[in-house]
């Protein structure tokens, strides 16, 4: 058994590879902090195509495709493609699925199902379930404002709280910890245990205050990482929240205070990095595709070139719909950790 | 490696077991040829909630409860709920698994989770990272009917393709292979392979034919899945799907014919036996809730007596969105088989 019982985390004894990651980002995302850093930043955010949703399929369909296309793979290399997104029925990664032609393991995290894949993909490959797959995640800044709040015509103002949702797409390849890979893109990154996440619900309603909604999440899933594992967050180079934001990552550093950790010394937020505060996104960026480009382009590539020697990926997921908003419902969210590390060589 | 490389099926070496299951339907499920085995025939399909979609959310999770409650088991003693269901960002297990608290792993297959589940939570059960773990699925008519078709209010009328989207919920408990259960619902019930899904698209367009759409995803999962294994359909007491309807198994016998293969004699379809001709559902039940309540009523039991030797269970989903139609896409679809036997002693 590779997790204790009645505990969330688990190890992977075989450490899964990372060997490859794409990113494809929106021309706001492409002028933020990390702007250099991701393999494509469109100039046309509808990618010539008749809507914005067709867009954002194309753009995961694009990065999972480059992702393989950077080791000399092909789609009909992989043994599964997990993948995930916002929009209802999880259109993008469907459609995008039907491109690809690979098998296909539809997720739905919210925006934490980069790292919801990242653990399923890891727990199915040690299990000798997989030799080489590809966990996709990717959001769209106008597929979603029309998705969960309103029409962009309206030009509807920004609350304080508010995050802009990323338009971007991410694409890891994982493969089993024995594969032999030419030409990695990354020669040294083993997937070691993640944490799977527990439904959090601390009664927030307002569908622009995500960063509140998911705080609880993160800190429940970060807390029992480090408690269930014996260890302190120095432990990790950077805790790496998804999408939490300024004021999420706030009350994330009170709700783990309370627990008796301090984490703000190691944390970073995705959503926090990706935009500077002169880009005006309030509170930084949110959605699937902000975790997913941000670890392609930027933590993996520091793991691989040894700024950090370990990372836990922490992606926070708001459980969400229009129609359970507009019924009164409170968001609920659920945070899942996987654990990065340089392999001991 | 329990997978050949190109290949989709995959074997279980540990052989996880199903020990449990429970089953809620609504009224008119009920009143069906199978009214009779499902644990809870609702008598008011709001459950005296303020909607039906909080009333499909209660449903699932009253059914998972139930599956553990039969094992003298609570949420707390599992170590992973799977589940999934049709709405937008799949709200009711969302919502079901907030109240359950488990580690949820959020599923999206359409009509296919229940399949999904099994095979995802199986092969990471047999991988050491579960002893015991939930999978379940539901739908409910009146939610789905807004979701994806017309207000209920309207009164349109059925064209000749439809199907009725089943009001209910499965849960199965899923264990490790070497788990000790007392008193187990199930004695002999165990999971030995399964085949993941391609997404598949013929160009169906009509949100009313779902049976063609998802007929395509069936006969490649099931003649993969054959060819793979070097089996005839007669290895199987019954190849059951998902939710093809009457004219969806029509379509599934020619497409499967025109690759070698006759199924119809071995082959039944959850959607056709859940309601009778007199019910005029048209071409049967449909929905993630329909499969999920039919495998848990009907097709364990049926194992677990002996009536069955060995079922391939292949879940069928249409990855559609209300919206993807509207923009004039077609309609693909994805179909997931697990292999469940009764045990050799």
């Given at each position: 058994?590779?997790?204790?019982?009645?505990?969330?985390?688990?190890?992977?004894?075989?450490?899964?590879?990372?060997?490859?990651?794409?990113?494809?980002?929106?021309?706001?995302?492409?002028?933020?902090?990390?702007?250099?850093?991701?393999?494509?930043?469109?100039?046309?955010?509808?990618?010539?195509?008749?809507?914005?949703?067709?867009?954002?399929?194309?753009?995961?369909?694009?990065?999972?495709?480059?992702?393989?296309?950077?080791?000399?793979?092909?789609?009909?290399?992989?043994?599964?493609?997990?993948?995930?997104?916002?929009?209802s029925q999880i259109i993008s990664a469907g459609f995008a699925a039907r491109e690809l032609r690979?098998?296909?393991?539809?997720?739905?995290?919210?925006c934490s199902t980069m790292a919801e894949s990242l653990i399923t993909a890891a727990m199915i490959?040690?299990?000798?379930?997989?030799?080489?797959?590809?966990?996709?995640?990717?959001?769209?800044?106008?597929?979603?404002?029309?998705?969960?709040?309103?029409?962009?015509?309206?030009?509807?103002?920004?609350?304080?709280?508010?995050?802009?949702?990323?338009?971007?797409?991410?694409?890891?390849?994982?493969?089993?910890?024995?594969?032999?890979?030419?030409?990695?893109?990354?020669?040294?990154?083993?997937?070691?245990?993640?944490?799977?996440?527990?439904?959090?619900?601390?009664?927030?309603?307002?569908?622009?205050?995500?960063?509140?909604?998911?705080?609880?999440?993160?800190?429940?899933?970060?807390?029992?990482?480090?408690?269930?594992?014996?260890?302190?967050?120095?432990?990790?180079?950077?805790?790496?929240?998804?999408?939490?934001?300024?004021?999420?990552?706030?009350?994330?550093?009170?709700?783990?205070?309370?627990?008796?950790?301090?984490?703000?010394?190691?944390?970073?937020?995705?959503?926090?990095?990706?935009?500077?505060?002169?880009?005006?996104?309030?509170?930084?960026?949110?959605?699937?595709?902000?975790?997913?480009?941000?670890?392609?382009?930027?933590?993996?590539?520091?793991?691989?070139?040894?700024?950090?020697?370990?990372?836990?990926?922490?992606?926070?997921?708001?459980?969400?719909?229009?129609?359970?908003?507009?019924?009164?419902?409170?968001?609920?969210?659920?945070?899942?950790?996987?654990?990065?590390?340089?392999?001991?060589?």
């Amino acid at each position: 058994m590779n997790k204790k019982k009645g505990e969330r985390s688990f190890v992977l004894p075989s450490q899964p590879r990372i060997v490859s990651s794409a990113a494809f980002v929106g021309r706001k995302e492409g002028e933020g902090p990390l702007g250099g850093s991701f393999d494509t930043v469109l100039k046309d955010d509808t990618l010539g195509l008749d809507s914005w949703e067709q867009a954002e399929s194309r753009m995961l369909e694009s990065a999972v495709r480059l992702s393989l296309a950077k080791l000399d793979k092909t789609p009909d290399d992989i043994d599964l493609f997990f993948g995930g997104d916002l929009l209802s029925q999880i259109i993008s990664a469907g459609f995008a699925a039907r491109e690809l032609r690979a098998p296909f393991i539809g997720m739905y995290g919210a925006c934490s199902t980069m790292a919801e894949s990242l653990i399923t993909a890891a727990m199915i490959t040690d299990g000798g379930f997989s030799r080489v797959a590809v966990c996709g995640a990717s959001s769209h800044f106008s597929s979603s404002e029309r998705e969960f709040r309103y029409p962009l015509e309206m030009g509807t103002q920004s609350p304080p709280t508010a995050q802009r949702t990323v338009t971007g797409a991410g694409a890891v390849v994982v493969t089993a910890g024995d594969e032999t890979v030419k030409k990695p893109v990354y020669s040294n990154i083993v997937m070691t245990g993640g944490t799977v996440g527990r439904v959090c619900d601390y009664g927030i309603t307002d569908a622009s205050n995500m960063g509140a909604a998911m705080a609880p999440a993160a800190a429940s899933t970060i807390c029992a990482h480090l408690e269930e594992n014996g260890l302190v967050p120095e432990y990790y180079s950077r805790i790496i929240t998804g999408d939490l934001g300024i004021f999420g990552s706030e009350l994330l550093y009170e709700l783990c205070r309370a627990k008796g950790w301090e984490i703000e010394r190691v944390h970073d937020d995705c959503g926090v990095m990706i935009f500077s505060k002169e880009q005006k996104t309030v509170c930084g960026g949110s959605g699937c595709g902000c975790c997913a480009s941000v670890l392609s382009a930027h933590i993996l590539p520091e793991l691989e070139n040894g700024n950090y020697e370990r990372v836990l990926f922490v992606a926070t997921g708001a459980l969400l719909s229009p129609l359970s908003s507009l019924q009164g419902e409170s968001i609920p969210s659920i945070a899942h950790a996987a654990v990065l590390e340089r392999r001991s060589v």
